[in-house]
């Protein structure tokens, strides 16, 4: 572990951006607080621009330090089409035709389960929804639940369902996507490397998923019943007034980008074509999140850009753990780095035992739900919902608190049953 110069100044970076992003409560108190400067303090309090603002530093940095074709080649050799996929996905997904036939199917499951009307609801965004994250992946999922339960469930909440509900919710959607081997980014990372088909992912570690994810939306609805049941919920959906070819049409524009993830150039078209379609017919549409989407963007491209420099001292841990060590390792380094860079570098390493592969993609799904930044579809979520949580701000700390139980679970179901 011998970093270069530029490197060290990376990590630096990486740990001023952590340092940051845990410290977005305090830059919202400050924007209330002195209001002199409060369009700065906004500004440095939302969690999104965090890691893109700190690359920018960076590549200044790189710049002075390495020459300026130096550091054009790095940005040029980084992967952006995951914060480019997340960017569409979110917006197509948020658009008001998927949202009409999303909610009517949530609808759908709630009266068939038997039990309260909002506890039912709350079960079925926080337990289905993330597992049809496999299918229309993890971003679209997490875009679907929290715009569902944004008014429903989290504005009418109290703090402490807030952030138990949060922490449910980032869990499931990091563990519910593992059920095929396209729509979580930790194993999109690593499927075609490893040969992780659809069956290796049902059969190995889906199911296993699957009964963490029950297991939390049930205890946190049983555990929350009696708020639950004091919040109104009406069994008409919010979203209506949009025909069955515009649905269509939508849900093809959606199926369309999630065909092409791996291939920007046309998933982009894709969405551009989209774009065209919502802007001739605005009497199907409510607003686009296209600010939302873009500040997710521009924190993953910013993970991109810092995380790529991070590699002197992420592949050393890994390696120095065994498949047991690994996991948990995996598990604790994904709070604080995206899991899908954990994957990732787990890739380049050749000869790795089947145990192994297993850990550390476990382990990287497992830790998804403890910050903001493991997981790529967490800031989806958290700039849809933060606007309902005190001071229009989400705590690091109390997000973490809220997601350990979840996330305990999570490790019981992948380590307890056998491989």
């Known amino acids: 572990m011998n970093p270069t110069a530029i490197q060290a100044v990376a990590a630096g970076l990486f740990a001023l951006a952590l340092i940051h992003t845990f410290s977005t409560k305090f830059f919202e108190h400050l924007a209330h607080t002195r209001p002199a400067h409060a369009g700065v303090w906004h500004l440095l309090a939302e969690v999104e621009i965090v890691f893109g603002v700190w690359a920018m530093i960076f590549m200044a940095l790189m710049g002075a330090m390495e020459g300026f074709a130096a550091s054009m080649q790095y940005l040029d050799n980084r992967n952006f089409t995951e914060p480019l996929f997340v960017f569409a996905i979110m917006v197509v997904a948020a658009s008001k035709p998927v949202l009409q036939v999303s909610s009517a199917a949530v609808q759908t499951i709630v009266r068939l389960i038997p039990m309260h009307r909002t506890m039912a609801f709350f079960f079925t965004a926080l337990a289905i929804v993330p597992l049809l994250g496999s299918f229309i992946t993890e971003p679209a999922a997490m875009t679907l639940a929290a715009l569902l339960m944004k008014d429903t469930v989290f504005a009418k909440a109290s703090r402490r369902l807030q952030y138990a509900a949060l922490g449910v919710l980032f869990v499931n959607i990091s563990i519910g996507g593992t059920l095929t081997p396209f729509a979580a980014p930790p194993?999109?990372?690593?499927?075609?490397?490893?040969?992780?088909?659809?069956?290796?992912?049902?059969?190995?570690?889906?199911?296993?998923?699957?009964?963490?994810?029950?297991?939390?939306?049930?205890?946190?609805?049983?555990?929350?019943?009696?708020?639950?049941?004091?919040?109104?919920?009406?069994?008409?959906?919010?979203?209506?007034?949009?025909?069955?070819?515009?649905?269509?049409?939508?849900?093809?524009?959606?199926?369309?980008?999630?065909?092409?993830?791996?291939?920007?150039?046309?998933?982009?078209?894709?969405?551009?074509?989209?774009?065209?379609?919502?802007?001739?017919?605005?009497?199907?549409?409510?607003?686009?999140?296209?600010?939302?989407?873009?500040?997710?963007?521009?924190?993953?491209?910013?993970?991109?850009?810092?995380?790529?420099?991070?590699?002197?001292?992420?592949?050393?841990?890994?390696?120095?753990?065994?498949?047991?060590?690994?996991?948990?390792?995996?598990?604790?380094?994904?709070?604080?780095?995206?899991?899908?860079?954990?994957?990732?570098?787990?890739?380049?390493?050749?000869?790795?035992?089947?145990?192994?592969?297993?850990?550390?993609?476990?382990?990287?799904?497992?830790?998804g739900g403890l910050t903001i930044i493991a997981n790529a579809p967490n800031p989806a979520g958290a700039s849809i919902l933060k606007s309902t949580f005190h001071q229009g701000a989400i705590s690091p700390l109390s997000l973490l608190l809220g997601a350990i139980p979840p996330t305990i679970v999570a490790i019981v179901c992948f380590r307890l049953f056998p491989f």
């Not at 699957?210 to 939390?216: G, L, M």
């Not at 369309?256 to 017919?281: D, E, K, N, R, S």
């Not at 009497?283 to 991070?310: D, H, K, P, S, Y």
């Open 187 to 367: 194993v999109l990372m690593v499927a075609a490397k490893w040969d992780l088909d659809i069956v290796y992912m049902i059969t190995h570690v889906g199911w296993k998923a699957a009964i963490a994810v029950f297991i939390n939306a049930g205890v946190l609805t049983l555990l929350f019943a009696k708020e639950l049941k004091g919040m109104s919920y009406s069994t008409q959906s919010p979203y209506t007034g949009v025909p069955g070819w515009a649905i269509a049409l939508h849900l093809a524009f959606l199926v369309a980008i999630v065909i092409f993830a791996h291939h920007p150039a046309a998933f982009i078209a894709v969405f551009l074509l989209f774009m065209g379609v919502a802007t001739a017919y605005p009497a199907f549409q409510e607003r686009l999140i296209l600010r939302e989407g873009l500040l997710v963007a521009f924190f993953l491209g910013g993970l991109v850009v810092l995380g790529g420099m991070q590699q002197w001292w992420l592949q050393p841990v890994l390696l120095s753990m065994d498949a047991t060590s690994v996991y948990f390792g995996a598990t604790a380094l994904t709070a604080i780095t995206d899991n899908a860079a954990l994957t990732y570098l787990g890739s380049l390493v050749e000869g790795l035992t089947p145990e192994f592969k297993y850990a550390l993609l476990t382990g990287a799904v497992t830790g």
